[in-house]
């Protein structure tokens, strides 16, 4: 069993993140910035509180865990823009300042970036509002930047292009770069099954070093 630190703990990938992990038998950290947000109990769960942009506080998580999964950002205002780059940065010299006792880094990542069969990106779309393309670059510099990281074993995992609250059915596809997307042209998947691939990355370290994308 692993023992996991969840960065976003309380938010909406965040919560499924841990409650998929607690299923399975491995040990949670909650991490958040304010424990009262916190309403969920576990034998298995204990919480902490820390800024993702604090690297001596998120060193302190790493220490002693076996994965530390950030799932920050949310929100359509600045401060998820301007978070999502330097939580990056500030997570990989966290865990680079433990050496060879670093966790894992598993970071919940941006559709944005993904490419559609005609070789354009989701981002290049056509109409989308200003902020949702801050957000889906951010997160491609993010990418960017974790690209150039070999000394913290990094995996960046992109959502489908629609990711919301609904069943865990146990099931989806992965590919590296490309969006994927079901017979009927739409790339989804439910923030349950979301939580299902990134636990069987905890367990299956198929990924380290890279992107990979989760859909049905
Ligand atoms: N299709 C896509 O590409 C797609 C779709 C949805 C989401 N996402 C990405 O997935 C990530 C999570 O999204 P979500 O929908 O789960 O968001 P959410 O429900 O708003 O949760 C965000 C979490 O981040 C935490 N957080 C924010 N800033 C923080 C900081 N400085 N230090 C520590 N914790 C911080 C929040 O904690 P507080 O409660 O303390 O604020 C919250 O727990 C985001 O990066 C988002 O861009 C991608």
């Not at 060193?59 to 950002?73: E, P, R």
């Not at 998820?80 to 010299?93: F, S």
């Amino acid at each position: 069993m692993a023992k996991i630190a969840v960065i976003g703990a309380n938010g909406t990938i965040g919560s499924r993140i841990v409650r998929e992990a607690l299923s399975r038998g491995h040990s949670v950290t909650a991490v958040v910035r304010d424990p009262a947000k916190v309403t969920e109990t576990h034998p298995q769960m204990n919480v902490t509180t820390a800024d993702v942009l604090d690297v001596a506080a998120l060193t302190a998580v790493g220490n002693g865990h076996d994965v530390v999964i950030s799932a920050v950002g949310g929100g359509d205002g600045p401060g998820h823009i301007a978070t999502i780059k330097p939580a990056a940065e500030a997570l990989v010299a966290a865990l680079r300042a433990l050496g060879d006792t670093a966790p894992r880094l598993i970071a919940v990542g941006g559709a944005g970036s993904l490419r559609k069969p005609d070789g354009s990106r989701v981002w290049d779309a056509d109409g989308l509002p200003e902020f949702v393309l801050q957000i889906m670059h951010a997160h491609g510099d993010a990418l960017e930047y974790y690209r150039t990281v070999t000394d913290v074993r990094w995996t960046n995992i992109s959502p489908a292009a629609d990711i919301q609250p609904g069943e865990r059915t146990g099931t989806y596809r992965t590919a590296l770069d490309e969006l994927i997307m079901d017979a009927e042209g739409n790339s989804r998947i439910s923030t349950e099954d979301y939580a299902v691939a990134v636990v069987d990355e905890v367990e299956q370290a198929r990924h380290i070093g890279e992107r990979f994308t989760v859909a049905y």
